[in-house]
């Protein structure tokens, strides 16, 4: 494959040692390498098989790598297609639970919380990060020591007395209550974008104020566009992590009409009454909820795996 | 610091409202605080008054519904008094030693081997190894919960070709936690493997070479070169990844919910316990909270001394 093998034919002994050595390095690394890869793909696969298998043949032929009864059934009653009552009465679905998700709201409250906290954090830590980097004023140091330390603060600390302050606002059950304590700020976010508007060319910033532009000015037109591969990066680490978000959601955002789909699916998995749990909904719902952040990285991918390389060292 | 330069002509003199926006828009110290204010209110608000606030609820006893009731140390005393929560910690401690070795290692590996390919097809490897760590959580929990279902999942029918008989998982009391540390190896070591990767990147391969013609074989290459440089990765990783999984929740929520018989509630369990699942009792639950903060605190300072000392080893080489 892509590994280098040195080509030259030898005629030493040694050399055609060495060679074969490497060759069978090359093949265990391929394999080792095969093997790890199908542990870290099969379960995303199991997810599409099992959403596509209908839900009565799902326990009785657990064994089979493909749909045994392909279907769409699971798809089409988790989007809110089709009405799974109907379904649950009929010949051969004794036993078979099949819950129905209010997958279209909480697809949107999900977007509507990542969004509103990927915006504001994005562009409130990047200004302050522009200010602790560039700008000089009285209390600078000790205002970012402070989010140095807030950095070390695990996030249940803070949790109860958040969940208590945003109970006496009044904003249990509000998209404003499961949005507030990310909209402003983390201390991760003002950090890591402090890294690199400290490594912005300080003779360009001369220039710009030579020709008479103001500090924002500055800010506004030298240095945001110098950082716009930084900001997005962000803003997909971002957007991930605000998706995938589950008991701050959990505590504020129970009631139905802001509920996100990280807590929906965890109630769906806890609705099912007896028996089994509804598994052919659970993956197709599961399925489904995957898309935006796969998407995300699909299109954008290379920078997310730059930026955890750049993360790891700064 | 410097006010602004440019000159208004008397005839054109700017009104108050126009000096406001000049003084905010180019004098250093406004313009800096008008930046830093959202963040600050933000960081005061949901961070710093919370953490006091979370000291100060601890020395009292509250159910949200009441009045709170102060009770000095009386918190502490029931959580020192109470073996869940002993337990809990215990469990925590053990759930840390499952996950972190084993998915060190693995991402070390997994690394290395990254290494061996051209950088177009380990790019495209990176991208997969990466994808669970794309997953929610609870969906990963969901997910692993339906392949390691003790009667039917697919992982038995794995189990069972290869010899091994049907086991419980997340039904017994001891694999239920060694279970959740592997779903999040299988979530976290792709992109644990990454950062190590982009470690790996840093080594000259000049190193290599010089070993090589020293007679030094791969084993030797690796445990004499490549750890030794990958260790401020390495450690940064450890610090990460600790306290990551001190306050693992999520998985555990979803599959075991503490159980079966308390094998599996951590810390973190046992604070949402507090707060959710018996009497509401926030004065218990920000006292946990607090001596897990000391804890985290603790281990982070350790590993960020031992960080700090080997952070030139590369300069000793090179």
Known sequence: MAVVTPTVPSTEDADRRALRNRRISDALTILVVGVLLVIVLFPFWWVLRTALTTPQTVFTNTSSLFPTEFTTFNFERVLGFIDPSEYVGTEGSTGVTAGQLNFFLYMRNSFIVST????????FSTMAAYAFARLKFPGR?????????????????VFVPNFVLVRQLDLIGTIPGIVAPFFLMTPFAVFFMRQFFLSLNKDLVEAATLDGATKLGVFWRVALPLVQGPILTLGI????????????PLLVGRDESVRVLTVALGIFRQQTPQGAPDWTGLMAGTAVA????????????????????????? | MTASSTSHSVLDQPSLFQRLIRLLTDHETFLAYVLILPS?????????????????????????????????????EYLFGDSRFWGSLGTTVAYVLWNIPLQTV??????VLLDRFSVALSS??????ILPWLMPNVIVALLWLWILDPSIGIMNVVLNTVGIQDQPFFGSPDQALPSI?????????????????AGLKTIPKSLYEAAAIDGANATRQFFGITLPLLRPVLVFVLVTSVIGSFQVFDTIAVTTGGGPVGSTRTIIYYIYEQVFERRINMGRATAASVVLFIILVGVTLLQMRYLRSNQSDLADYS
Do not use: C
Request: glycine share 8%.
């Open chain 1, 141 to 157: 140091d000790v205002i970012f020591f402070l989010y140095l330390t807030g950095l070390m603060v695990p996030a249940i600390v």
């Open chain 2, 124 to 129: 495209i490897l990176r991208g997969l190894v």
């Open chain 1, 116 to 123: 509103l906290i990927t915006v504001g954090q994005t562009l």
């Open chain 2, 106 to 111: 693995l991402a070390v590996l997994i690394a």
């Open chain 2, 181 to 197: 540390a592997m779903v999040n190896i299988w979530r976290h070591v792709g992109y644990t493997a990454i950062l190590v990767y």
């Open chain 1, 237 to 248: 680490l971002t957007f991930i992590s605000s998706w995938n978000e589950y008991l701050w």
């Open chain 2, 40 to 76: 600050v209110i933000g960081f005061t608000i949901f961070l710093a008054v919370p953490a006091v606030r979370a000291l100060f609820i601890s020395f009292y006893e509250w159910n949200l519904l009441t009045p709170a009731e102060y009770v000095g140390f009386g918190n502490y």
């Open chain 1, 290 to 314: 995957i898309i935006p952040t796969m998407l995300l990285f699909i299109f954008l991918g290379r920078r997310v795996v730059d930026s955890i390389q750049f993360s790891g060292f700064k």
